[in-house]
């Protein structure tokens, strides 16, 4: 990608937050029912320099109002650069009515790593010690004026199991704030792996919790396709032989 990561020149000071967009619609999920099919949204991956562009501005200001970082004079936030643009990654971008509102990535574990591994690499690494097949979701954020709106998080986080569940992965990692936590074991049957009170690599006011989701334990409401449904039911019979064996 053609856009460097502005540095942060001042870290925000300590100071309550008021949730942003993902916190509010997050919080608004009913786990026992998905949202309805939304005609005038869709997920699809970034393919231009225009769509990435539009990632780096949502993710800017998503992290500016969450007090993770100060305004930047470009208006872009660019985190963890080096995941961005390799083959490894899928950026996946929410556009509504046609504008993009909303963004997330899932990156495979490569040469590059993962981005769980600035701050949690040897929880990482026990993991990969399993032998497992593992990736991180990343940088999930939505624009602010969607307030409460679900229709954007459900619709990016159902996109990105379905890369999972398509790709045979094992378990998939991620990092949120503390206060995400119950939320996501309430949705997605993940189970919390570590917890770092002091903010991560390049951000202030950003405490995380380490998380995986072993995918054959996934909910099956979100398995909304026959593919995904097969695919799945061939993961739990090789996961259930492999605890015979």
């Not at 309550?16 to 993902?22: E, I, Q, Y």
């Amino acid at each position: 990608m053609s856009h460097e990561e502005q540095p942060l020149s001042s870290l925000a000071k300590a100071r309550t937050l008021r949730p942003n967009a993902v916190s509010r619609a997050l919080k608004a999920i009913d786990a026992d029912a998905l949202i309805a099919a939304e005609p005038s949204l869709r997920v699809r991956e970034a393919r231009s320099e225009a769509d990435m562009d539009a990632v780096y501005r949502i993710t800017h200001d998503a992290y500016v109002v969450k007090g993770y970082c100060t305004p930047q004079p470009d208006g872009r936030l660019v985190h963890y650069p080096h995941l961005d643009g390799i083959p490894e990654t899928t950026v996946y971008v929410a556009e509504l009515d046609g504008e993009i509102v909303g963004t997330n990535a899932v990156t495979l574990d490569g040469p590059n790593g993962l981005h769980v591994d600035h701050d949690f690499k040897d929880e990482c690494d026990a993991i990969r010690a399993e032998g497992r097949r593992l990736a991180a979701s990343w940088r999930i954020a939505t624009r602010e004026n969607l307030r409460s709106d679900t229709r954007v998080v459900m619709a990016l986080i159902q996109e990105t199991i379905r890369f999972w569940v398509m790709n045979d992965l094992d378990t998939c990692v991620c990092t949120f704030n503390p206060r995400h936590e119950r939320i996501y074991k309430r949705l997605l049957n993940m189970v919390t792996v570590a917890t770092r009170f002091e903010s991560v690599a390049g951000l202030s006011n950003a405490p995380a919790v380490f998380m995986r989701l072993d995918l054959a334990n996934i909910p099956d409401r979100w398995l909304d396709t026959p593919q995904m449904k097969s695919r799945m039911a061939a993961l739990r019979e090789r996961h259930a032989a492999q605890a015979v064996a």
